[in-house]
């Protein structure tokens, strides 16, 4: 697994900048895989152009233009690029930028998507800054990392809550995962939870950030992408495994999401 110091990453860069601890890089995608690696320090991407699927140990995100991640350093991941032009925007932070300005680099660490249409908002305006890069700039970016920092902290309270759903909402979630489709209906959920079905919908969607339908899906797609890195899986194999209809649900649901269809996403990471 590569290693990759301050300032490495894969891709052309179109346009570099650094100031004040800070490092920004807009870059272009030009590998179809990228393999197991990780990074010396903490950063964002946020997405330009095109489609990215980054993939951790724990969770798989398809990344659309407007795409924002914060990865931790350290965190092994791997990124796979469907065709076409893609190009991200990257801020590479110093250890000393967070202690400079009284942030708890632990409070942060964490890697995946930032879900939160206020701190994306403020990186495209970062993004912007550096298109107009004057003696202004430094202070203004570091302004608006600040914010959305503030941001992603003010969610980390509200995620706490989603992520500590109560006893019975923990059993929604479970019989999602192990009963068939076919069974699932909210009459069955508040039967067996002893809650009206709006509040059923209400709270998952509360606590988990997605309907109870994309939760579904999302776990049998993040399940799929783990059985396709073994070579002596079929398809339908897969498919069956993952509890879809058949391959061509497999199929529709895995290019829906990813962008690719799974044979795709094999043949690149194989």
Known sequence: MEYLQKGKYYGIPQKTLSFNGLLLVDNEYVKDKVDWHYHENAYFTYLLKGKLIETSKKTSHT?????????????????????GYTRGF??????????????????????????????????????????VNDRLTPLAIEGLLLQVF????????????????????????????????????????????GHHPVHISKSFHKHFGVTMGQYIRNFKIERSVKLLREKNLTLTEISSACGFADQSHFIRTFKMVHGITPSMYRKIFL
């Open 63 to 83: 990344c659309v233009p407007g795409t924002l991640l914060f990865h931790y350093s350290g965190d092994p991941h791997y990124n796979i690029k469907p065709p």
């Open 90 to 131: 990257q801020i590479e932070f110093n250890n000393s930028w967070f202690s400079k300005h009284g942030l708890q680099l632990h409070e942060l660490e964490g890697s995946g998507s930032v879900s939160s249409k206020p701190a994306a908002i403020l990186f495209k305006k970062i993004y912007n800054e550096t298109i």
């Open 150 to 193: 503030a941001e992603m902290l003010r969610r980390t309270g509200k995620s706490a809550e989603r992520n500590s759903p109560p006893l019975w909402l923990g059993k929604v979630a479970e019989i999602l995962r192990e009963e068939s489709e076919e069974k699932i209906t909210l009459s069955m959920l508040a039967r067996m939870t």
